[in-house]
Structure formats: structure tokens, C-alpha cells
């Protein structure tokens, strides 16, 4: 699993990716791309693993031995007035020795985060128990892999595995399940998997790509962090903090704005390849970071459902069938295999050692487990009758940008204005209307509460009064990222080696073809036929031998030298199938073609083709990039590939070569 930012907002500004150890490609750590002899490391999306490379080296670099106590549970956390004013009691228990001790603080952070445990499965169960159900339910964060869904080891040979909860977590599952089932599916059988993934949410979901275009003439393609936080869409004066409701007006202005990163246009009327149209979809619109996510709904191995799951009911033959609520009814689900659901945690269990005082004073109520507590001072860490007390990461959503504007206002309070909780305006009445909605109206509740990571940054820059980091950039020029802005105590050092590569990549995706080969891979996956008119022309003059279809089949990658992989089947009338193995690699941003067989397990065995871009030339009414494929010795070849654009996704193939030229469409 990656990460759904780029490793430009997923960072703190005193450490920069490229100073973490370990996090190097396995080969050498050094590559280069074709445009140049630069670096591309580490990744723009860093891997699970590698985010937990760089946590560590952020805590060996500037946590000192014995700042950490483990194995020590917090049992209470009291407010105790004394002669000097407030003193926090902290009573904890060691949890390998049992015995239970009591400390004085003059200050406390809460970190506990609001995901204390998953939250149940949010349905009634008809004719069985959830201990001894025959089928395995599963909560998101404890899915490895397609088996850990299955009751015998061995994955079904029918039915519909079910996926419960939107955003990111219900798309990122629900993708996973089906790269896992992809991966398992025999490519002669593309699109007729045996199983399906029921996918149902309570919003309409659109799934915006990690690179999409940056506009222009040209097909430039960046990564989606810099179209959604770049300063150069805000008008000059201070940028505030915004927070609020979603209403039909703004439901419209952000299904709007998806569209035209999706598809290219301006208005969202009509139907978008993306999901239905704006006429069909009501509430907020919940857009989900997945680059595969709507390719397996059009290839039908995911059936999205808005709705409500409300029971699960075992079936005679130890399957389960799901009672939905929708619109415009009840809608049930047979022969389930398998239940994940991803709907969120349970908060209480972090708060419960807050004393009954604090938790009065925070107004919380656990029935909100996504707004607990009444934050409404200082960067949404406390409310102003707790100057002693910082929460940090309890606001929804946090960004790391945000967590580290959150640890910087604690430790500027605390050290320097101890009295200080200054409320933030118009948040408490903001906590009040989104507990409201909550409780009687969810479709107005936008994705995330204090979503607005721009406002946020620049507000809390300037009420800390950061220095910034602006480099080549103007005050109202390029993308947001907390190395963007420091304080005394960071070091400039690793905020400006941040910042000089975030210029480097933004102009890079600026001028040259750099991520179209990633674009273009990402959008390969389906089936794509011969256009009718070349079809007719090809059959009458080659006698029924022109190639019908190309399908892409998504697999896990069989080499650790690629990071993306696809089995293609080019099927021929009179000539049989063709296999081959597509590969995207990062580091190279280049495509690779090996040809493969039935009778090698379709494993890569022989490097054909590498896809090399120019820049895209813009024609009227499509976009298209070209490839020219080169041999594996080296030397050029006949043959060249081009790829028409509508936003992010590709509508046609082009293959020239060999004195002819095929086109494909969807």
C-alpha cells in the first residue's frame, strides 16, 4: 500500500525524504531518467514500509534516549489545583510489573489519536452469531490478502465478497480485494472473474488518480497534490482557514472541479465516465486518491451500491445474503463469502483516562466518534479553559503539515505564554452544527471536517509567525508542504533540500513528459477493440487476420525492477492469441514490453519494447502523447505508439509499424 499524498505533503520540514536512509530502490539506490542524469528516489508515493523507514529516522534523529516510556498505560489524567495554579496527575500503571505510580506535570500533550479500535460491524445479524459465523467478517485494517477472506484457505469459485464504508479506506480495500482476485484469475478469462466485490457506501465516490493533468497546451501530467494545494489559485491577502457544511451550491463547485480533473471539462452536467450525473447523486461528494478503483468497476469485478447495509442473514448453504437500504428501496445481496468492513474506530477508548472535569470542559461525547471533543482553540489542540492542555491529531483528517503546526503551537504556548488558549473564530459553532448534522443529517457532513489543508497552513504560519521557504517560488507561486514553512528551532537545511526538490519536480512536470508513461500505463487496464472502420478495412485486405482486441489484465508484479505490471492478450482472427507482460517503472518512468506464454506461466522472458515519450502535442478536440519503442539492444524501432487523452484517462490506442497502423478504443 502507498501513500494517497505525495511524499511533498506526506513529510515534516525539519526532515527531508532524501536524507532517510533504507528507502532506496533494493538495487543500488541510484537511478536516472531519460531526460537527464538526476536522481528519482525516493518514490513521489512512498510505500507503507518506507513511511515507516522515515518515522523512525525522524525519532532516532531528534528523540533522545529515555523520552520514550514503553510499557506504560495511562490509567487517569486529573487536573489538580494547587498553590502554584494547575498541575496535571498522571497515574500509570507498567504494565509488565503491575505496579502503579503517580507523576506531576505542569503541562499535558495528548497523541492518542482518535482510532482507539476498529468500530463493530454496524448491522443486525439474522440466524447466527458473529463468533461462530461459517464466513470471515474482517475489519479493514486487518486485511493483508484475499485468503484472510476466505473460510477454507481456498477462494470460492462463486459468489460476492462484501465491502462496507467509503472513503479512502472502503476504496482502498475494495481495490485491494480486487487486484488480489485479478492476480489469481486466469488471464484466459479476462473479465469473468468468478467473484464479485459489492462495494456499498453511504455517498456517491469519485476516484481521482494519484497524477493528473496540469493543463495547458501540451499533456503534462503531476502529481494530484499540486493541483489540489497550489498558492497560485488564491488571490493575494491573507488566505483563511474555512470550515462548514457542505450545501448544494458547493456540492456542485467540487463536483465540478473533480470533473475537470477527471475528464477535462469544465461543468459536471452529463454522465462522467467517472459516475453518474450530477442530477443523480445528492449530499457530499466523496473523492477517493486510487488510481485503479473505477478501471475494476468498468471491468464489473466491483459493483459500487450507495446505500446501507442493515442485516446480514445466513442462507441454506452457509453463505449470507445483505439487506440494503437505498433510495429508491430495499435491495438484498446473495451468496456472500466474505464481509470487510472499513467503517472507522471507535474514540473513546484513547479519552477514558481524561478526568470526568477535562472531558466536561472539552464537551465530549463519544456518539461522535469523528468530532469527540470541542477543539476550538489554538490550531484546534484545546479550548480556552485549558491553557494547560494540548490534543493533537484529534482533528479529522490531520495532515502531517498540520500535526507539526499542532506540535509547534503546544510548545509555544506552553513555553512562552502558559495562560494562552486563544479561540479560534467561529470553530465552536462549527463543532456544534457538524454534531447536529450528525445526528440528523449526514448528507450535508462534507468528507473532511477541517479539510482545508491551504487555509490551515498558511493560517497557522502566520499566528506562529514561521519563517518560509519559498526558494524560487513566489508567496503566491507552487504547492504547499510543511517544509514550506519553519521555526527557529527547524532546520533550514532540511526544508530547503525538501523544497529544492519539489521545484525541481514541479517544473519538471511543467516541461518535459515526465509521469505520462505513468498516466498511460494507469489507464491501459480493460479491454480495447479494433475501431469498426480500420477492422473493415484490414479484414477485406488481410484476409481476417487483423488483431481484434487488446485486453490488460492487473497482476502483482513478478519482478522487484517494476512496480506495476499488466499480462496483455492481443487476440487475432486467424493468427490465435499473443501474450506479453507490460511493466511501469518508476525510477526509468518508462514502459517496458517482454513477450511471454501459456507454456512459462506467462512470466516475462524476453525484453521486446521500451516506450519511451515525447512531449504530448495537443490537437483539436483530444490530446495525445507519442511513444517511440525502442529494442532491447538499444537501437530504435519501426514501431511507435500513440495515446489519445480526455483528462486522465486514455480513449484511444494508436500502433504504427510494420507498414500499418491500428487503432483501439474502449
Known amino acids: 500500500m502507498r501513500t494517497n499524498l505525495c511524499r511533498f505533503t506526506v513529510c515534516f520540514s525539519d526532515l527531508a525524504w532524501e536524507s532517510v536512509d533504507g528507502i532506496q530502490p533494493p538495487e543500488n539506490g541510484t537511478t536516472f531518467d531519460q531526460h537527464g542524469s538526476h536522481e528519482i528516489s525516493p518514490p513521489l508515493y512512498p510505500k507503507a514500509w518506507q513511511v515507516g523507514q522515515y518515522l523512525q529516522h525522524y525519532a532516532r534523529k531528534y528523540l533522545a534516549d ?37 507523576s506531576a506535570f505542569d503541562f499535558l500533550i495528548v497523541a492518542t489519536g482518535l482510532f482507539a479500535k ?19 467478517f474482517i475489519h479493514s485494517s486487518r486485511y493483508r490478502g484475499v485468503l484472510d477472506i476466505t473460510s477454507n484457505g481456498e477462494i470460492p469459485t462463486y459468489g460476492n465478497i462484501l465491502v462496507l464504508g467509503g472513503s479512502h479506506s472502503g476504496g482502498e480495500i475494495a481495490t485491494s480485494v480486487a487486484l488480489d482476485l485479478s492476480d489469481q484469475q486466469d488471464p484466459l478469462k479476462m473479465g469473468a472473474s468468478p467473484l464479485n466485490i459489492v462495494h456499498v457506501t453511504t455517498n456517491h465516490m469519485f476516484a481521482v488518480p494519484s497524477f493528473t493533468q496540469k493543463g495547458g497546451d501540451d499533456v503534462h501530467f503531476a502529481p494530484l497534490d499540486f493541483s489540489l ?119 473513546i477508548e484513547n479519552l477514558d483516562f481524561l478526568g470526568h472535569q477535562v472531558k466536561e470542559e472539552l464537551c ?51 513555553a512562552s505564554d502558559p495562560c494562552r488558549a486563544f479561540p479560534m473564530n467561529g470553530i465552536a459553532d462549527a463543532v456544534q452544527t457538524f454534531r447536529h448534522a450528525m445526528a440528523d443529517d449526514k448528507s450535508i457532513i462534507p468528507q473532511n ?92 485486405s488481410q484476409g481476417e487476420t487483423a488483431t481484434e482486441t487488446m485486453a490488460f489484465h492487473p497482476r502483482r508484479v513478478s519482478s522487484g525492477d517494476s512496480d506495476y505490471e499488466y499480462v496483455c492478450l492481443e487476440r487475432t482472427h486467424g ?67 500513440s495515446f489519445d487523452f480526455r483528462g486522465v484517462h486514455v480513449t484511444k490506442i494508436s500502433i504504427c509499424g510494420g507498414g500499418e497502423r491500428k487503432s483501439f478504443c474502449r
Open 575 to 641: 493468427k490465435g492469441d499473443r501474450y506479453s507482460v507490460w511493466r511501469y517503472d518508476e525510477c526509468r518512468d518508462e514502459i517496458d514490453i517482454s513477450s511471454a506464454s501459456i507454456e512459462n506461466g506467462l512470466k516475462a522472458v524476453e525484453l521486446e519494447q521500451r516506450l519511451g515519450f515525447q512531449t504530448g502535442q495537443a490537437h483539436v478536440g483530444k490530446q495525445t502523447v507519442c511513444a517511440v519503442a525502442t529494442l532491447a539492444d538499444g537501437h530504435h524501432g519501426d514501431r511507435t505508439y
Open 229 to 347: 494545494y497550489d498558492l497560485s489559485h488564491y488571490a493575494d491577502g491573507p488566505i483563511f482557514f474555512k470550515v462548514a457544511l457542505m450545501n448544494a451550491e458547493k456540492a456542485h463547485a467540487l463536483k465540478a472541479k473533480i470533473f475537470s480533473i477527471l475528464d477535462g471539462s469544465d461543468t459536471p452536467e452529463g454522465t462522467s465516465s467517472n459516475g453518474p450525473s450530477d442530477t443523480e447523486t445528492t449530499g457530499a461528494p466523496y473523492a477517493i486518491v486510487s488510481d485503479k478503483y473505477l478501471d475494476y468497476i468498468r471491468s464489473g469485478l466491483i459493483i459500487p451500491k450507495i446505500g446501507r447495509v442493515v442485516s446480514l442473514t445466513k442462507q441454506p448453504n452457509d453463505l449470507f445474503s445483505a439487506c440494503i437500504t437505498t433510495d429508491s428501496g430495499i435491495e438484498e445481496i446473495l451468496d456472500i463469502t466474505g464481509v470487510v468492513y472499513a467503517t472507522g474506530f471507535e474514540t
Open 66 to 102: 529515555g523520552i520514550i516510556s514503553f510499557n506504560i498505560k495511562v490509567l487517569k489524567a486529573d487536573r489538580v489545583a494547587s498553590g502554584d495554579g494547575i498541575t496535571c496527575i498522571l497515574t500509570t500503571i507498567n504494565t509488565s510489573t503491575g505496579q502503579e505510580s503517580q
Open 449 to 540: 471536517l477541517f479539510g482545508d489543508y491551504v487555509g490551515f497552513m498558511e493560517h497557522a504560519a502566520e499566528e506562529l509567525r514561521l519563517e518560509r521557504v519559498d526558494l524560487d517560488w513566489k508567496a503566491r507561486e507552487g504547492v504547499v508542504s510543511p517544509a514550506r514553512y519553519i521555526d527557529a528551532g527547524s532546520s533550514r537545511k532540511e526544508a530547503e533540500k525538501t523544497m529544492a526538490a519539489l521545484q525541481q519536480i514541479y517544473r519538471k512536470a511543467s516541461e518535459t513528459p515526465a509521469f505520462v508513461a505513468r498516466a498511460v500505463f494507469r489507464s491501459l487496464q480493460g479491454i480495447w477493440s479494433r475501431m469498426d472502420a480500420e477492422r473493415a478495412k484490414d479484414t477485406r
Open 364 to 414: 465530549f461525547m463519544p456518539q461522535f466518534p469523528r468530532l469527540p471533543l470541542q477543539l476550538d482553540a489554538e490550531l484546534l489542540t484545546t479550548t480556552p479553559s485549558l491553557p494547560d492542555l494540548a490534543l493533537i491529531g484529534f482533528s479529522d483528517g490531520p495532515y502531517w503539515g498540520m500535526l507539526e503546526m499542532q506540535a509547534r503551537n503546544a510548545a509555544s504556548r506552553f
Open 118 to 136: 476498529p468500530n463493530r460491524l454496524p448491522c443486525r445479524f439474522i440466524g447466527f452469531q458473529a463468533e461462530t459465523c461459517t464466513i470471515p
